[in-house]
């Protein structure tokens, strides 16, 4: 009852500043401007610039969409100048009249760039980052420190993205995000999802979405809401390629390297997308844990140092093609293909004090890991235009994963006499997955939309786990631990969403209903017993906004949405996993899952200031919990605690102060108060702020710089742990080289040394501070090239060839 009191007074606060902000009245209208090449092709991210015709100053700019169209709310009694650029085509200038500005719609064809596209400098004009609505769009390729990183670097400078010592990703300081690549899910979290993103080289990703807001024809997974991860598919008519490679140097050398290619002529278009990351890293833990009496007295400390060494060696491939059928259907098949090798060992000591910090024991534990990952997919895609205003797509996919993660432990007593006891695991899974959905949608009228849709998909788990322990002098297999657990899963979804765009009022409905059933069985052997475990629920999630453009310059919106965060099926698992002799992590079958409602008001002024209030509450939260076996034993675990509640305010930035200098920033202050039970009862809150800037610098002619970072002062997002502040400092030079056929980038990220991970974990009569340094320092020199030779094609009509070039299946 006090959750829904909270709901309605947010919801009348906001339709009151949002009634209050409706009075201003202007003479606006809608002016679509549609961009295509000399084939009348229409072009997807051409930057599209609306300058004042007397005063000569930037009224508004956008980015075309899919559909090679801006949409731009602007005065018609104005007189305007509009600039278009994309790679590759000469840049034009069209000055709009008053007469041009009364048909309300203007398109620009560009003309190839003198000479080919091999002579065109590839230096993007896209900024950084990019404002929508309900999402943050971050282009990797504008930032010249993101060269020679992996996607999983690359998100951790990204506004409003923090990613902690455990993989966990949060967005706009909330955890339980859902991360789509292309769209898709992954449907892995944690240590996976972390092995899997920083495998990806960022030079094969296009765009990534931050999406806060998601619409009902996503899945609703994800209460802060959706990170998707669009990799590169060129569409270009010809032959075409783009080729980058790098190398870096932080205490230990790095090499990335990438090629995106594409044929395109006629029916067909054929792409390939392949990137090699090869690195070693290391990463320090110094962990200080105490322990207390019931009186509040310290008894004993565990002082525990530790150093890892990993090398790292992935792959990454995507390649299909497209086949335009008719000017109505287009058809698609992608195969995706991701091996990770990591190998590494580590060096531990853990020493037990007592309380006047005297040591009374030594144990050093030496252990050596070697994880290999697998993935390949099938993506079978079908779109087809019914009518001018209706439109069918359908998608297909399998997933398949092999997981393989051999450990050995060794633990030494450093006395005289002292004991040598080990143990060692072979952890292999495999994961199958399946899905099938199809979108229609239908236009009604010129400025109205429905959408419906239904997805199905199908989850199968195989996870063994075989332990065996080292007694001094023989292996034995230790049962207590061994484990094979089975896992099934599927959900199946329906939506419906209308959406209505106006001059001044646009807003969109949606409703979503997903059903979730899973069944999970543990293996019994000659220490446990088997055992299952099922659950089957389902639940409707509304989805919304409503947007009111005030004035040329003022727009306002509210949104609000229901969604779900389900436990990664990993978590459920009941496995044991070695950390030390002294740290556990178990899985928890009994997690449920936990729903969030979220409300959020905006205000953008042009492109230059977007200011944001959000508040959302969050019923049965997860987090972490942390559990004592014994005197000395401690379980790190995952299940429900309580609620927490969330107030943030945003304000992100994004303006030109010279000629020569860009700059986009982006601040979030969050309020969170958490309340739950862990053995005891907790009640923690914490204000934290996270700072983010990147610069674009023009250094005369040819040369371009780049200074960006991020700082964080203390978070939460578990219950019993707080982060203290953690930030870093990033600088880039390039130039163009080989007669603007490639660029030359020079970087150096976290330069002060200062992006660790640092926290206090508080539990029952225990205590632990613990703080975490990576390779992160690093200097890296990359080089891009860009080849290929275009060919004539024959006219095409804008309209279809713009729904030919998007990849069929978005949405979910």
């Given at each position: ?14 339709a ?14 809608a ?31 956008a ?14 009694l ?60 971050v ?39 859902l ?37 009902a ?76 009496s ?28 497209d ?30 004090k ?34 001018k ?106 939506y ?21 059933h ?35 310059s ?39 899952p936990?729903?969030?409602?979220n ?64 700059l ?56 019993q ?13 390039a130039?163009?080289v080989?007669?603007?056929?490639g ?70």
């Amino acid at each position: 009852m006090r959750e829904m009191k909270h709901i309605l007074y947010s919801a009348l606060f906001l339709a009151c500043v949002f009634t209050s902000s409706a009075q201003t009245q202007a003479n606006t209208e809608a002016l679509t401007v549609t961009v295509t090449n000399q084939q009348s092709d229409v072009l997807e991210g051409a930057v599209v610039e609306i300058t004042d015709g007397a005063t000569k100053k930037l009224v508004k700019s956008a980015v075309t969409n899919k559909n090679g169209v801006s949409v731009f709310y602007i005065s018609l009694l104005g007189e305007y100048v509009l600039k278009v650029s994309f790679v590759g085509q000469e840049t034009q200038s069209v000055p709009l009249s008053r007469t041009v500005l009364a048909d309300r719609k203007v398109t620009v064809a560009l003309r190839p760039a003198s000479g080919s596209l091999a002579n065109v400098s590839v230096t993007s004009r896209k900024p950084f980052v990019q404002m929508a609505q309900g999402k943050v769009i971050v282009n990797p390729d504008a930032s010249l420190t993101n060269a020679g990183t992996t996607v999983l670097e690359v998100l951790e400078k990204s506004p409003g993205v923090m990613v902690d010592k455990n993989g966990g990703i949060s967005l706009q300081g909330k955890a339980g995000v859902l991360v789509l690549i292309d769209d898709k899910q992954t449907y892995l979290s944690g240590n996976d999802l972390n092995n899997l993103l920083s495998g990806m080289s960022s030079s094969q990703v296009e765009t990534i979405e931050l999406i806060t807001s998601p619409s009902a024809k996503y899945d609703a997974s994800g209460n802060a809401g959706i990170i998707n991860i669009k990799t590169k598919k060129n569409r270009q008519i010809g032959f075409n390629g783009v080729a980058t490679t790098s190398f870096a140097q932080g205490r230990y050398p790095k090499n990335n390297n990438s090629l995106v290619l594409n044929y395109r002529n006629g029916k067909f278009n054929t792409f390939l997308t392949y990137s090699t990351n090869l690195s070693k890293n290391f990463t320090t833990i110094y962990a200080l844990r105490r322990y207390y009496s019931n009186s509040g007295a310290l008894l004993s400390l565990l002082d525990q140092p530790t150093i890892f060494i990993n090398n790292n060696f992935s792959n990454t491939l995507k390649t299909g093609f497209d086949f335009y059928a008719s000017q109505k259907t287009t058809l698609g098949i992608a195969l995706t293909g991701i091996t990770v090798a990591r190998t590494g060992n580590s060096d531990a000591t853990a020493s037990w004090k007592n309380a006047a910090g005297i040591t009374d024991s030594s144990i050093r534990t030496l252990s050596a890991t070697s994880y290999r990952f697998t993935n390949g997919g099938i993506n079978l895609n079908a779109k087809h235009n019914i009518s001018k205003t209706q439109d069918l797509s359908v998608d297909l996919d399998y997933l398949r994963y092999s997981i393989n993660n051999d450990q050995s432990f060794s633990n030494q007593l450093q006395a005289s006499g002292g004991y040598n006891e080990g143990s060692r695991g072979n952890l292999p899974s495999s994961i199958s997955i399946f899905s099938a959905k199809a979108d229609y949608s239908v236009q009604i009228g010129k400025e109205a939309k429905l959408e419906s849709g239904y997805k199905l998909s199908g989850i199968n788990t195989d996870n063994i786990a075989s332990y065996q322990k080292f007694n001094g002098s023989v292996w034995k297999e230790d049962l207590d631990k061994s484990n094979h657990f089975l896992y099934k899963e599927n959900i199946n979804a329906l939506y419906t969403s209308f959406e209505q765009k106006s001059a001044r009022v646009s807003f969109q409905l949606g409703l979503r209903y997903e059903n979730t059933h899973y069944d999970g069985h543990q293996l019994g052997n000659a220490a446990r017993k088997d055992s299952s475990f099922a659950n089957n629920y389902g639940g409707f999630f509304p989805s919304g906004y409503i947007s009111y453009r005030a004035d040329s310059s003022n727009s306002f919106s509210i949104t609000a949405g229901r969604r779900i965060d389900r436990p990664a099926f990993q978590r459920l698992n009941p496995f044991v996993t070695i950390i030390n002799k002294y740290t556990y992590e178990r899985g928890n079958p009994f997690f449920r899952p936990q729903y969030s409602w979220n409300m959020e008001l905006s205000h953008q002024f042009k492109q230059l200031l977007t200011t944001t209030v959000s508040y959302s509450i969050i019923k049965d939260y997860f987090s972490q919990l942390f559990l004592s076996e014994g005197s000395d034993i401690l379980v790190y675990t995952q299940g429900n605690v309580g609620k927490m509640y969330n107030l943030a305010v945003s304000v992100a930035v994004q303006a030109t102060p010279l000629s020569w200098w860009t700059l986009s920033g982006q601040a979030i202050y969050n309020y969170k108060e958490l309340k739950g039970y862990s053995n005891v009862n907790y009640n923690s809150n914490v204000s934290q702020l996270n700072i983010s800037m990147n610069n674009q610098l023009r250094l005369g002619k040819i040369y371009t710089a780049e200074v960006s970072g991020f700082y964080t002062t203390q978070a939460r997002n578990d219950l019993q742990e707080l982060l203290l502040p953690t930030g870093q400092l990033s600088a880039g030079i390039a130039r163009p080289v080989f007669n603007k056929k490639g660029t030359l980038k020079l970087s150096v990220r976290d330069i002060l040394y200062t992006q660790v991970m640092e926290g206090n974990t508080d539990f029952p009569n225990a205590d632990e501070y613990f703080i975490l340094r990576r390779d992160s320092r690093v200097v890296n020199l990359s080089l891009t090239y860009r080849f290929g030779k275009p060919l004539k094609a024959a006219r095409r009509n804008a309209g279809s060839a713009g729904d030919e070039m998007q990849r069929v299946g978005s949405g979910g």
